[in-house]
């Protein structure tokens, strides 16, 4: 009987020690996954900007190009 009682306390135990690692497996895949997303949101809108101020530098040389002839 005793025996009984220990086997089900242990499969309790390791049921919430593995319901733990789960969460605990999937707050870091998220976290990660939330980072690597911030991370490409970032990446994105400096190559905009970049971009955006390399098309205004182009049409002021045309201009002044143009102005000039």
């Known amino acids: 009987m005793i025996f009984v009682i ?4 242990a499969a ?3 049921v919430v020690v593995v319901k733990v690692v789960v969460i605990v497996v ?3 895949i998220v976290v990660v996954v939330v980072i690597i997303l911030l991370i490409v949101v ?3 809108i400096v190559v905009v ?6 098309l205004v530098v ?4 045309v ?7």
């Open 6 to 9: 220990v086997v089900t306390a």
């Open 12 to 14: 309790a135990v390791v």
């Open 26 to 28: 999937v707050v870091v």
């Open 42 to 44: 970032f990446v994105v």
């Open 49 to 54: 900007l970049l971009l955006s101020f390399l």
């Open 58 to 61: 182009v049409v002021v040389v």
């Open 63 to 69: 201009v002044v190009v143009v102005v000039r002839v």
